[in-house]
């Protein structure tokens, strides 16, 4: 508030205090959203348990959305056509790492920076990705680490 006001309004001065207060409550107030919208999120993408229904949700989302590439048994499908080779699911090694958690986030976000495995977030709801995450776990070999 410019000084001059101040001293030709004396109670401009008195009304300054609030102002901060109101300041710090509205700052309060957007750091507890902030926080609680974080852990919203965090709960969400909390892994569900994995069962032979999701499994069988899980194929039909790769069905439809991944065999293209990685081929209807997940061994790597169109490798020649494409600049990359798409993983083999089957053998439990997975390049951008192989926890449940690594595999949801690989499907959800895509793998920068030329994207030949895009980001599936905006086609794939949350659940279904961790449908297809159970159903590429049982395609492995190799159990879970």
Not at 43 to 63: L, N, R, V, Y
């Amino acid at each position: 508030m410019p000084e001059a006001y101040e001293r030709s309004y004396p109670a401009a001065r008195a009304h300054k205090p609030h102002r901060r207060a109101l300041l710090r409550m509205a700052i309060m107030i957007g750091v507890t959203a902030a926080l609680f919208e974080a852990g919203v999120q965090a709960a969400d993408t909390a892994p569900p348990k994995s069962s032979a229904q999701a499994i069988m949700q899980g194929k039909t989302t790769f069905d439809h959305f991944c065999s293209a590439c990685h081929g209807h048994d997940g061994k790597g499908g169109l490798g020649e056509e494409l600049p990359v080779t798409p993983a083999d699911l089957t053998s439990g090694q997975w390049k951008y790492g192989g926890s449940d958690e690594q595999i949801f986030h690989t499907i959800r976000k895509g793998v920068p920076p030329q994207f030949y495995m895009p980001a599936w977030e905006e086609q794939i709801s949350e659940s279904d990705t961790w449908n297809l995450v159970f159903y590429i776990r049982s395609l492995a070999k190799a159990p879970s680490p």
